[in-house]
């Protein structure tokens, strides 16, 4: 197994990157972001989601695992960082390109997630606008990478410098999307629940509220106190005031989704006459399919009673 490390300083919060090449053949490449003295993100193209590395002052905590077959490659960039031993991985929700990773992890590693989290995992289901369901690594392992502690609103982990606080707001993303701080860092990753600037992903099958998830993000926003920079996951880093506006991104997109159903309009028209407001044009062009599956799950749930 070959590996080769580059540095390079990038601009934006300081940050360095160390491309970290951590798999046989080179068919996976782990991309080392350095944030702060002792925490990073690692990337990775078809990797999934942003993965965090807190190194702590005996061990690791890592948040979230990628897809399948990146959990070794993830814990080789590890070694390279640190000699101290990973003792926790937290995963932020339940999809597989945030979860697989974990059967790589020992079972010394306490893994954590929120309970609904937990029970999403168990059953791998589709998600939202997919017939198939997701690769479920868990089945073929046993059940090993499940999370054995789960929460409910709140968890904290450590002390000190070393402090990890675990936060539960209500449904967004999924049911169980857990916020994760590092305070004296003053820094959150906050999974697919903030996955970047762009229009979300709101998985009905496992949890998630089109109608909820304005109100969550801005509890999120209200109540996690002393943050400056977001990991998103799947893009880069935002800050606090980030947070704000993709609240109200997403309670804008709510009101035209009400406002287009009480005037008796079918979901595909308010799908089609929706386009992304000047306010967030700085914002990723949205994805029509994506735009048409989060009206028609307001719509559900609007339908519901909601």
Do not use: C
Request: glycine residues 12%.
């Amino acid at each position: 197994m070959k590996r080769s490390i580059v540095l390079a300083l990038l601009m934006g919060f300081g940050a360095v990157s160390l491309g970290v090449l951590a798999a046989q053949d080179g068919q996976m490449e782990i991309e080392v972001e350095q944030l702060e003295d002792n925490l990073y993100v690692l990337r990775g193209q078809g990797g999934g989601g942003n993965t965090a590395v807190f190194v702590t002052t005996d061990g690791v905590v890592v948040v979230d695992s990628k897809n399948p077959g990146w959990g070794e490659p993830i814990l080789e960039a590890i070694q390279e960082l640190t000699s101290n031993p990973v003792t926790t991985l937290i995963n932020t929700h339940s999809h597989h390109d945030h979860v697989s990773g974990n059967v790589a992890f020992a079972e010394t590693v306490q893994i954590v997630a929120h309970e609904t989290t937990r029970d999403n995992m168990r059953v791998m289901r589709p998600y939202t606008g997919r017939t198939e369901p997701p690769a479920n690594v868990f089945r073929d392992s046993g059940g090993h990478g499940i999370p054995m502690r789960t929460f409910l609103g709140t968890l904290t982990l450590g002390e000190g410098a070393d402090r990890v606080d675990l936060y539960h707001f209500g449904r967004g993303h999924t049911g169980g999307d857990a916020w994760v701080a590092f305070p004296a860092l003053r820094t959150l990753h906050a999974g697919d629940i903030f996955l970047g600037q762009r229009v979300p992903f709101i998985d009905a099958e496992n949890g998630g509220s089109g109608v909820d998830l304005p109100d969550t993000l801005l509890d999120a926003h209200q109540n996690i106190r002393g943050i400056d920079t977001i990991i998103t996951g799947h893009g880069g880093q935002m800050t606090w005031d980030d947070l704000a506006e993709w609240a109200a991104f997403n309670r804008d997109f709510l009101q035209v989704v009400r406002d287009g159903l009480s005037a008796g309009r079918s979901v595909d028209d308010i799908a089609a006459a929706w386009s992304l407001p000047a306010a967030y044009s700085h914002y990723d062009a949205p994805n029509e399919a994506g735009v048409r599956r989060n009206v028609q799950v307001i719509a559900d749930e609007i339908a519901a009673g909601r």
